[in-house]
């Protein structure tokens, strides 16, 4: 059916809500691409098939990521007129005594996570709470709120409103919760100044690193010259460690399409390419069963709801190029050709794709345009800090406890990032630092964790935001190896059009791998230094001028460790492989052999029930014998 | 494998002639052939109205582009960064042993297997994660993969 005024909308809005909260009981399964890394689908297949069995009377259906990833498989339960509950790490096994509780006992008690009293529903006039009854008792009062979990307290959901909520490839699920009500807002009631106007007032800044102010751009780009026009969505999510616009795509595929439209009016284009990565098959289906669904309710094509504004969407897969993440070599990529990047003259607002005004933003910029339009630029710029206004999803991940996605204000410092919302190091090792920024970021030591989270602070610490990877480090992560690895990442990815990135990247590769194996000496530290401020200086685009950040942030920060490499031939952390030995620890091996079974090489002798021991001429220190051993007995030196 | 006439017919149908659909076009004949051969890619080229040249260059730059037969499970190891601290590389020593694999990539003898280096799955909660065909797997260790390796060779 066609949506063409606010009627329409709000029929279908109508029918979407009673398909959110049905007067059955709903299942929900979060089938994102972690969800299903983690066995999503069997999970859901098994409820499926009980349901059907049993002949159950409700719904089971499926949803994007909560975030909650290192609780994965989730299962979300919703009787009618009760609060929701999320149960974790949902394993086919679980599944079946999960079924049979729930109905003997309605709500099952085992693998409890939490549960959701309130649904927010941010963008549609306010919260709905679940039930009518004044307390919960028993039981039920016992589960803890969404917002009492030390993962979500601080958190913060504006691009990742549905996220989690909905099923994504249900348009009346994404129109029930205030989905396209900004877009109809700004189609009939505002002009295109107006809505660029509010953009700027909010003071949204790119969320794909750059942390350029996205109504400034819009403007420049409606100010140029030239048609047609056109806007771009990058989801071409390259960083290493981040994941963010996956999930957003992968949950709520049409909060993106509705930022582009509300985007493509404000800024006169008719037409617009969503750039995305070939390596996230699901987020790329999701993207186009949205795409089919926009169009056929009419939210894509010609005189949207009668204003005679006319928008289409086209999808452009990726081929697999870190740099493409970088505007000018996006739209050569677009174009048919290698994604090579250009020098910015002149700016892609004013010539990008075809020679035309093109305006390129990340998928967290687009799907946090929906909330700016519907709640007003005030509302929103009373969220975060004065310099980065709103939210951020980030990526937390690495060691560290609760891993996953969450959106929290600009401002939030990393110590509560780390400690209170990510439950600190596993084990009872130490935190060391933190990576942010992908390859073009860097690394923040323990020292500086009060530094509040925004652009400039990051900035100023030598790092950048970038898309919002955060690597949480602990003593067992070598610096010297994680530069060595971004480089060796960004020498992989360079396109190879200029030298300092081309040939210097390799050459400060070639001295990491030096100090990586013992060798190399202190004035060598230095030439690094002034190679990386070359690279910086000379390269044309982002990627290489950002490359050495890895290395000069951890030089800056963590120099005693690359001089531990050079002077003692130790690695701190013990984790270069040419400066450890494996050896077994006689007083607690046990013989049982197992070590001796795994190693590949074979090094390892002994007999049953006797110490094993180590032939260091054969280890190849693969580590196969520490993962195997259940007595901690493997030590590493 | 030979390139049948048919089954390129097929994809350059969905394309309109146009140089913009080079990406996707070569995208689509490596999902057919499990690689670009090259009689292929002049015929994309001739099809899209791109000097075959620019052909070249396209699918030597992209890395989801191989001029090689591929093996017939693709193995990918994602090496991002929260996967490499948690020990994705000696994940892939290990894949790359069991599959004899001489160089740090390719594809086994008998093209059963072709194993890659990724630059991130975007599963990093999950790490090490690989990818076999469009199966992922999560919170590998070097049994894991192992086992992996065996459980595929069965199929």
Not at chain 1, 105 to 131: H, S
Not at chain 1, 210 to 232: D, E, H, I, M, N
Not at chain 1, 469 to 475: L, P
Request: proline share 5%.
């Amino acid at each position: 059916m066609k949506i063409t005024n606010l009627e329409d909308l709000q029929k279908v809005k109508d029918a979407g809500l009673a398909s959110l909260y049905p007067p059955k009981p709903k299942i929900l399964v979060g089938m994102a691409t972690c969800g299903l890394a983690a066995g999503a689908q069997q999970v859901y297949d098994l409820l499926r098939r009980k349901a059907e069995a049993d002949a159950w009377d409700g719904v089971v259906e499926k949803t994007g990521c909560i975030g909650f990833c290192y609780k994965e498989p989730l299962v979300d339960l919703i009787w009618p007129a009760s609060p929701r509950l999320t149960y974790e790490l949902m394993t086919p096994k679980a599944v079946e005594s999960f079924w049979e509780e729930m109905n003997s006992i309605r709500y099952p008690e085992k693998r409890l996570l939490g549960r959701i009293d309130v649904d927010e529903m941010l963008l549609d006039g306010g919260p709905r709470r679940l039930y009518r009854r004044k307390q919960l008792k028993g039981f039920l009062a016992s589960v803890p709120l969404y917002e009492e979990l030390d993962f979500f307290k601080m958190q913060r959901r504006l691009a990742m409103r549905n996220c989690g909520f909905i099923d994504p490839d249900n348009l009346e699920h994404y129109i029930a919760r205030g989905g396209y009500a900004a877009l109809y807002q700004a189609l009939t009631a505002m002009t295109p100044e107006e809505v660029i106007e509010q953009i700027i007032a909010s003071g949204l800044r790119g969320r794909g690193g750059g942390g350029f102010p996205t109504g400034v751009k819009w403007q420049s780009c409606r100010k140029a010259k030239g048609w047609p026009k056109y806007v771009l969505c990058n989801a071409d999510e390259g960083d290493p460690g981040a994941y963010m616009d996956r999930s957003l795509i992968e949950g709520d595929p049409h909060s993106i399409l509705e930022g582009m439209l509300i985007g493509g009016y404000a800024i006169g284009a008719s037409e617009g390419y969503i750039y995305v990565r070939a390596e996230y098959p699901l987020a790329v289906k999701t993207l186009q069963n949205a795409i089919f669904a926009a169009r056929e309710a009419g939210f894509l094509g010609e005189n949207l709801f009668g204003t005679g504004f006319n928008f289409d969407l086209k999808i452009n897969l990726g081929g697999g190029a870190f740099v493409c993440g970088e505007s000018t070599a996006l739209m050569a990529s677009i174009e048919g050709h290698p994604g090579e990047p250009k020098a910015k003259y002149v700016h892609t607002v004013e010539k990008g794709l075809w020679g035309r005004p093109s305006n390129l933003n990340n998928v967290e910029t687009w799907a946090n345009v929906p909330v700016i339009i519907g709640k007003g630029a005030d509302w929103y710029k009373s969220i975060g800090t004065p310099g980065s206004t709103g939210t951020k999803i980030f990526s937390l991940v690495g060691q560290v406890k609760n891993v996953g996605l969450v959106e929290v204000p600009m401002g939030v410092t990393i110590k509560d990032m780390v400690m209170a919302i990510g439950g600190g190091v596993p084990g009872d090792r130490e935190f060391k630092a933190v990576q942010t920024g992908g390859p073009s970021g860097g690394c923040i030591p323990k020292e500086k964790w009060d530094l509040p989270i925004d652009f400039d602070s990051l900035w100023e610490a030598g790092s950048i935001m970038g898309s919002g990877g955060m690597i949480v480090m602990d003593q067992s992560t070598c610096m010297v190896d994680v530069a060595k690895y971004f480089l060796d990442f960004l020498m992989d990815e360079s396109c190879g059009k200029c030298t300092p990135c081309r040939l210097g990247l390799k050459r400060m590769h070639a001295m990491l791998e030096e100090f990586s194996r013992g060798q190399g000496t202190l004035e060598d530290l230095d030439e690094l230094t002034s190679l990386a401020q070359a690279v910086q200086d000379a390269s044309l685009c982002a990627l290489g001028g950002s490359a050495p950040n890895p290395v000069l942030t951890t030089l800056r920060y963590f120099r005693e460790e690359y001089e531990a490499h050079i002077l003692k031939k130790q690695c701190p952390a013990k984790v270069c492989r040419d400066l450890i030995t494996f050896t077994v620890n006689p007083e607690l091996c046990s013989g049982c052999t197992l070590c001796a079974r795994e190693c590949p090489a074979g090094a390892i002798a002994g007999a049953k029930k006797e110490a094993h021991r180590i032939n260091p001429a054969l280890c190849i220190k693969c580590g196969a014998c520490a993962e195997a051993c259940k007595f901690g007995a493997i030590e590493i030196c | 494998m030979s390139v049948s006439f048919g089954r390129m017919e097929t994809i350059l149908e969905r394309y309109p002639p146009s140089p913009e659909h080079l990406v996707s076009a070569l995208q689509e004949v490596q999902a057919e052939f499990n690689f670009i051969p090259p009689e292929a890619l002049t015929a994309v080229c001739n099809h899209l109205g791109v000097p075959v040249a620019r052909g070249w260059a396209v699918a030597t730059f992209y890395k989801s582009f191989s001029l090689e037969p591929k093996g017939e499970h693709d193995v990918c190891v994602c090496m991002g960064t929260a996967c490499h601290v948690k020990g994705a590389t000696n994940v892939y020593d290990k894949l790359r042993r069991d599959l004899e694999i001489p160089g740090s990539e390719g594809t086994t003898g008998d093209l059963k297997f072709s194993l890659n280096k990724v630059r991130c799955l975007g599963c990093c909660s999950m790490g090490p994660v690989a990818r076999v065909d469009d199966e992922i797997h999560g919170n590998l260790n070097q049994r894991k993969a192992g086992q992996l390796v065996k459980d595929y060779r069965k199929r």
